[in-house]
DNA sequence: GGGATTGGTGGATGATTGTCAAACCATCCG
DNA sequence: CGGATGGTTTGACAATCATCCACCAATCCC
């Protein structure tokens, strides 16, 4: 495969609220938005995430799910695919969302 | 059934942000909250949401589902059921979080 | 070239879920 | 009382989904 080529993902004005909703509702995705959230690009090497007890092809499966909803953009480069957060294009299409989403997953209970 | 009970419900403090994605992440849901949106008290009654296909058991299985991760609440009086939303609640658990989601749910694609 | 690395694919399986239908329950009203 | 109203519960069924496993594909490096 060429590199720094793009994984098929959705068109910014094409990413859907219910079907983002729905990739965030899963305990495994929740996990990977958060490590997302620092903005940098990550392998899909799911160790330190606290994700070791799931297969790797399982954590390949939910890096697809958020890819295809828009939540994130891989890169291909070599042997690695680089995921990272599609911050400016959420913001774009659900001004707000984001952050809120990020606040509330960190938020302590009240 | 005595009147003026609320179904059960979650605490405040015990909404879950991964489990209200996932009751929010499904079309039949979504549109409920907007129809809740307004603040009133609406009846179980699903006509005249768009949801006149769907059968009366499944739309109450719907707002078992919202009202469960905390999203609604429900007043029981008499024969009828006032189903509302959350909103103070979901302020205080997840600051902002609603309405960016409300307004998300309304935006134009760009 | 050949092994190691990085990661994805496809199938199988069990769990969850959305839907309908029918029965049920409590309440109101004539 | 007995029927109508508003809504829930239960069971069945199909579809989706999360997970694992075995295998595969591309790349890098010795």
Do not use: W
């Not at 092809?57 to 990272?84: D, K, P, Q």
């Amino acid at each position: 495969m060429r590199d720094d080529e793009r994984l098929p993902q959705p068109v910014t004005t094409d990413i859907d609220l219910v079907t983002l909703l729905h990739a965030l509702g899963d305990p495994v995705r929740m996990t990977l938005l958060l490590s997302y959230a620092d903005g940098a690009e990550h392998s899909c090497d799911p160790r330190g995430l606290g994700l070791e007890h799931l297969h790797k092809s399982t954590v390949s499966h939910h890096m697809r799910v958020l890819r295809e909803a828009g939540v994130t953009t891989t890169r291909v480069a070599g042997r690695n695919r680089f995921v990272s957060l599609r911050r400016s294009d959420l913001d774009t299409r659900f001004p707000g969302l984001l952050d809120a989403l990020l606040a509330a997953a960190t938020a302590p209970a009240r």
